[in-house]
């Protein structure tokens, strides 16, 4: 992992802790960044709800629900896409920390959306 400082490294230190022995095996595949986002998601949110888990980004503080996804914008049809980030997203985190095929859905949804509208 690369950090732009000191700062950033400490302050990613909790969610880095969460992801770090399953690094190893996130290997080299298509849509690799997305998966990373997604499981990195997955793994942080382990075990809470889905929907109240907050986060603070810079000064403000969000929730998962808060973010839009592609399926707000009519964008429903996320199928296959999800399809094929199953098999390495299940190989880098593992089969135990997979989420039911619709909350995969919602969270490939709303990462997306954010990539591509940040991205904008």
């Not at 490294?9 to 986002?37: A, S």
């Not at 889905?50 to 969000?62: N, P």
Request: contains cysteine; proline residues 3%; aromatic residues 12%.
């Amino acid at each position: 992992m690369k950090y732009c400082g000191k700062s950033c490294q400490k302050n990613d230190w909790p969610d880095h802790k969460l992801e770090c022995p399953y690094l190893r095996n996130h290997t080299d595949f298509r849509n690799k960044d997305i998966v990373h986002m997604i499981g990195k998601l997955i793994l942080k949110l382990k075990g809470k709800d889905w929907k109240t888990a907050t986060s603070r980004i810079f000064d403000v503080e969000v929730s998962f629900d808060d973010l839009l996804s592609q399926a707000d914008h009519g964008l429903q049809n996320l199928s296959f896409e999800v399809l094929d980030i199953t098999t390495p997203l299940e190989s880098y985190i593992g089969k135990e920390n997979m989420p039911d095929k619709e909350i995969l859905k919602e969270l490939y949804g709303k990462v997306m959306y954010s990539f591509n509208f940040y991205n904008k």
